[in-house]
C-alpha cells in the first residue's frame, strides 16, 4: 500500500492545501494529512480546531484521514508506516524551501518526497495572505479557502 503524508500547519486551510490533497488522493492509496504547529508562526487557530476545519473539508475524499503531528514528519511517518511526503510548490522559493527540507528528511530516515506544483490560481494563495484579507475584509473569502474555513474566518473576526 502506498501511503503518503502531507504535513502541514494549514493555519488556515487554503484551496491550494485542497487541491494537493485532491491530487494526492488520486496517486496513492491512503493520504494522511498531517496537522502540526510552525514553530516559526503565530497561530490564528487553536490545533483542535485546524484539524476538524481540515477534516470537514476533505470529508469527501475516502481515501484521506487526518491526523496531528506534534515534532519531525520523519518520525510521524514511521509511526503510521507511511514512506512519501507530499509537498505543493507555487513558485521557486518554495521549491528551494522543499528541496533543502526534503534532503533534511532522507537524511533522517527512508522517505521520498514527491513535489506537486499548484495550479495557476493557487499559486499566489497563502495561508498568511488569507488572514491578511479575512481581518480586513470578508469579500470574496471563497476564492481562496474552502467553505468551512470561510464560516471559521468569519465566526473568529466577527
Known sequence: MRKAVFPGSFDPLTNGHLDIIERASELF???VVAVGKNTNKAGL???DERLELVKAAVSHLDNVEVGQIEGLTVDY???IGAKYIVRGLRNCKD???ER???GANSALDDVETILLFAKPENQNIS???VKEI???SSKRLDA???AVVVKALQEHFG
Do not use: G, R, W
Request: hydrophobic share 45%; no cysteine; net charge negative.
Open 134 to 136: 479575512a481581518k480586513l
Open 45 to 47: 487557530f487553536q490545533p
Open 95 to 97: 521549491f528551494e524551501y
Open 29 to 31: 492509496d491512503e493520504v
Open 144 to 146: 481562496f479557502v474552502p
Open 127 to 129: 495561508s498568511s495572505m
Open 100 to 102: 533543502d527540507i526534503a
Open 77 to 79: 511517518m514511521e509511526t
